[in-house]
């Protein structure tokens, strides 16, 4: 957090990218939790955004998410992905039954020079932390009107990258994912000034 | 090409040369003829003359010197001269005829080769066209052939690639060929080896199955012994039972007859009891009779005192009812002051509501009240008269309201046309003015023109033209600003009726039909925007579901991913299960046959005698119903039966004989008892020894007890002396 600030309060597009992937992370881990596709007593609760936010233990899931996470700061930063998709599947039949987007806007901050990694946005840090802990409060809302998961489930990061970005080892283009009978519900939204992230639900209705 | 160009030159210069090397004769022919046709045909006749003058002189000199030698003959020689002359000039002409024939000839001949020349050059162009269109095709098929001939080597370098590439390979199969060979032959070894294994095991297992089935049979025999053995050890305890049922039967004797034994000795204490009273009967009987007056002085105690205590009870209760009634006289006064309290207050109130004169009384402030009661009814009565009679004023009002309403539009509509009309009127007036002005501003024009005729007439001779001609002016200037004010007016007039022009209010007509047109508009205004409303909702939506196409970009992710893995583990999971179903499958099919393979060799063995054991015990379940059902059966009548005996010895003896508790303890009850609290309680100990326990009851009769159980120690004298006892009482307060 502290690389983020850079000279003066300034947000550069590299710290901006890190918020979002720290958001990111908080964000799908509590998503686990709340939506129950991991067992409960395999989380830990730690505090962020003035909020107790439960960590998933399973070395498999935050492994995973670290490979994945990395990546997306990675292209974040060159501004190169316009959403990044949390999909929850029934672990059987591979129905989609859950995705929650992660809308990314690259924003021209305060001064709009050229060449964006000279970006700079100097929005107030606790502003984002506070826009951030509104948007996980809404997340753990979520629960009360979202269909219960009554099966094995798992889920998968999908990003969407611009088409001519290129693949790093063990990442693999995969389609568009689909889900039958989809109602959608859109959360707060909050932004760096550099980056807008809008967050979504779809979800299947069920029947 | 260029060669047979060249070469095609080459013939056709040759052929030109052939052309001029025949020139030379025709040009020294030409020049011949040239020179022949100045000499004779070209040359004018006289000119002719004058050239052949020379040959005349010639001739003359000839004649001269023919003339010296003859005149005579010169004649001759001259008209010989002259046909010779003739035929050569007719010779020449012919000559001249035959070359212009040859020249036509040759002429035509020339444009022949021309021609000729002209068609081969054509051919020549054509061949050569040709030439070169082959020598590109040529080169085209060659630079085909070096392609195909390239293409050619690259696949013979593949091929040989390939054929090492298949060479390696079939080197590779030959080499795990060999090695599977290997391979195979070890695990053939292997197997036989295993099999050499099982073999040894087999007769091993076979050694130790017919040690097994010696040792069977040794048991068996074993087993006869003991079922012989067993036949006798059961004989033995048939007749050990044999001969402990005779153990009991006689024991029962010996028990019997030690009963028998203790009452002859009861008996023989009972008689010892009964002489000592029948010796000492006369004293008893003095005694009963002392006894029985004393009883009857008890008795007549007991009726006294009994009688007492009725009164005693009697008293008591009256003077509860009298303490009662104390105290409801107490409680009667309190109410009774407090009546009259209330009384005097009612009375009061009477007094301030009745008449000064009239007597106080209930009767008259009923009236009082009937009065006040009436008084409301008519004032009720009144009120909702006055409230029906206001509604009717405030819908008479609201009428009023809406006709003054109407009115007042109507005064507005006319105060309205009023307005325009006094407008009107102002209009006209002002007109009128104006008009008026216009009239008097002519008035004065015509007076000025009078005056200046006057003038003109009368005063000239007074006024000098100066003065006359100023007077004018002013007049004039007079005059033009009238016209003025009047063109001002005018145009203000103008301006103001334009004005009310356009102010004048639209009529209703069109009024009416802008405001529909207006409410239309407006409820389409409304229904557009509630549909761009609903539009917006939808975009969201679909912004939200992504349905709009997405901007160009691929998704991707990280290929070991939760949701791959746990793909993976279930379908291995799946797998796992099916392949565990399958093994179960076949386990359970290897066990029923196994198990029909038994039941055929063997019907004796466990998994038959389990079948036997399921038939063997339905048969138990039956039997233990039927058991079950005969048990109720016995149950129910012995239970009757234990009644009608417990009945009949009630009745027979006056006992009635209860078991209480878990323990053996027994409550009896005498049929004469007079109330269900009498009873005595019994208990038998370990030893067949029967204890009186201690009641309530059995307290009341301690002296019968000490007498009769102490000195007999047996109860049924002491129930029977009870029985007769309470018999006796119980008649005699029935009699």
């Given amino acids: 957090m502290s690389s983020a600030q850079a000279t003066k309060n300034c947000i550069t597009l590299k710290g901006s990218a890190q918020i979002i992937v720290e958001y990111l992370k908080y964000g799908i881990h509590s998503i686990l939790f709340q939506r129950g596709i991991y067992p409960a007593e395999n989380f830990d609760s730690t505090q962020q955004y003035g909020l107790t936010i439960l960590m998933s233990k399973d070395p498999k899931i935050t492994t995973f998410l670290q490979n994945v996470l990395s990546q997306t700061e990675e292209w974040l930063s060159k501004n190169m992905i316009n959403k990044i998709s949390m999909v929850i599947t029934n672990a059987h039949s591979k129905e989609v039954l859950e995705c929650w987007d992660f809308k990314m806007q690259a924003e021209n901050g305060d001064n709009q020079a050229a060449d964006p990694s000279q970006r700079t946005s100097s929005k107030d840090q606790t502003r984002i932390q506070n826009e951030i802990r509104d948007v996980m409060r809404q997340i753990s809302a979520t629960v009360s009107y979202l269909p219960l998961l009554d099966c094995i489930c798992t889920f998968d990061v999908m990003i969407h990258t611009l088409d001519n970005t290129e693949l790093p080892a063990k990442w693999d283009e995969t389609g568009a994912i689909v889900i039958q009978n989809a109602q959608a519900v859109q959360l707060r939204s909050f932004s760096t000034g550099l980056h807008k992230v809008e967050t979504v639900v779809n979800y299947k209705m069920s029947t | ?735």
């Fill in chain 2, 1 to 735: 090409m260029d060669d047979i160009r060249s070469s095609l030159d080459n013939m056709v210069d040759h052929f030109n040369d052939s052309i001029t090397h025949s020139a030379p004769k025709k040009l020294l022919f030409n020049r011949l003829s040239i020179s022949l046709s100045d000499d004779s045909a070209s040359l004018p006749k006289k000119r002719r003359v004058e050239q052949e003058s020379p040959n005349c002189s010639l001739n003359s000199t000839t004649d001269s010197t023919n003339n010296s030698a003859s005149d005579s003959n010169g004649t001759w020689k001259m008209n010989k001269l002259r046909a010779e002359l003739i035929e050569t000039k007719a010779r020449l002409s012919q000559v001249q005829d035959q070359l212009k024939q040859n020249e036509t000839k040759r002429r035509m001949e020339l444009s022949l080769a021309e021609s000729k020349v002209s068609a081969l050059k054509t051919q020549c162009d054509f061949t050569s066209q040709k030439l070169l269109d082959l020598t590109k095709d040529m080169e085209n098929r060659r630079g085909l052939e070096n392609s195909y001939k390239e293409e050619a080597r690259r696949a013979k370098a593949e091929l040989a690639g390939l054929k090492l590439k298949y060479d390696e390979t079939v080197n590779k199969l030959k080499n795990e060929k060999s090695q599977q060979e290997q391979d195979a032959r070890d695990v053939q070894l292997c197997i036989n080896n295993e099999l050499g294994d099982y073999r040894r095991q087999a007769q091993r297992a076979e050694l130790e199955l017919q040690s097994t089935l010696k040792e069977l049979e040794c048991i068996r025999q074993r087993h006869d012994e003991y079922k012989a053995r067993m036949s006798g050890y059961e004989e033995l305890r048939a007749n050990f039972e044999k001969q402990q049922q005779s153990l009991k039967v006689a024991d029962e004797r010996i028990k019997e007859l030690e009963f028998e034994i203790q009452s002859y000795t009861d008996w023989k204490q009972v008689t010892k009891v009964s002489q000592e009273r029948l010796a000492s009967i006369p004293e008893m009987d003095s005694e009963l009779q002392r006894l029985r007056v004393h009883n009857k002085q008890l008795n007549k105690i007991i009726g006294d005192k009994l009688l007492l205590e009725e009164q005693v009870h009697e008293y008591k209760a009256r003077l509860d009812k009298e303490e009662g009634s104390r105290a409801e006289a107490a409680a009667l006064q309190v109410k009774l002051s407090h009546t009259e309290r209330e009384l005097k207050e009612w009375v009061k109130v009477a007094q301030d509501h009745c008449l000064a004169n009239t007597l106080v009384s209930p009767v008259t402030l009923r009236s009082r009240i009937e009065q006040l009661l009436q008084g409301d009814i008519v004032h009720v009565s009144e009120k909702y008269a006055s409230e029906s009679e206001s509604k009717q004023m405030r819908n008479l009002v609201r009428d009023l309201e809406q006709k003054i309403r109407v009115y007042l539009k109507n005064i507005e509509d006319l105060n309205m046309s009023l307005k325009r009309h006094k407008n009107f009127k102002d209009r006209l007036q002002r007109k009128l003015r104006t008009v008026s002005r216009e009239r008097d501003f002519y008035k004065q024009m015509v007076d000025n023109f009078d005056k200046d005729l006057t003038m003109s007439n009368a005063s000239v001779a007074e006024m000098t033209q100066d003065m006359q001609v100023r007077y004018r002016v002013d007049v004039l200037e007079r005059t033009l600003t009238g016209y003025k004010d009047l063109c001002t007016t005018l145009d203000r007039e103008i301006q103001a009726m334009r004005e009310q022009e356009q102010l004048s209010d639209p009529s209703s007509e069109d009024y009416e039909n802008v405001k529909k047109e207006l409410d239309t508009l407006r409820l389409e205004n409304d229904r557009l925007r509630r549909r761009k409303e609903e539009q917006e909702l939808e975009i969201m939506q679909r912004c939200l579901r992504q349905d709009i196409s997405p901007p160009i970009s691929k998704v991707v992710h990280l290929v070991d991913n939760p949701a791959a893995e746990a793909y993976e583990s279930s379908k291995n999971m799946l797998e796992k299960l099916q392949a565990e179903i399958e093994r179960l499958k076949r386990h359970n099919k290897k066990l029923e046959d196994a198990n029909e393979q038994h039941l055929n060799e063997t019907t004796s063995t466990s998994t038959g005698g389990m079948t036997m054991n399921f038939k063997e015990l339905n048969k138990l379940r039956a039997e233990l119903e039927s058991a079950n059902a005969k048990l109720g059966k016995t149950k129910e009548y012995f239970m009757a039966a234990r009644k009608e005996f417990r009945d009949v010895v009630y009745m027979l003896l006056g006992y009635r004989i209860d078991r209480v508790g878990y323990k053996s303890n027994y409550r009896v009850t005498s049929m004469y008892a007079e109330s269900p609290d009498d009873y005595f309680s019994i208990a038998l100990s370990e030893s067949n020894d029967l204890a009186l326990l201690e009641t309530p009851y059995s307290e009341t009769l301690q002296p019968a007890l000490d007498q009769q159980l102490a000195a007999n120690n047996s109860f049924p004298p002491f129930f029977s002396s009870l029985t007769l006892d309470l018999f006796q009482r119980a008649t005699v307060t029935m009699t």
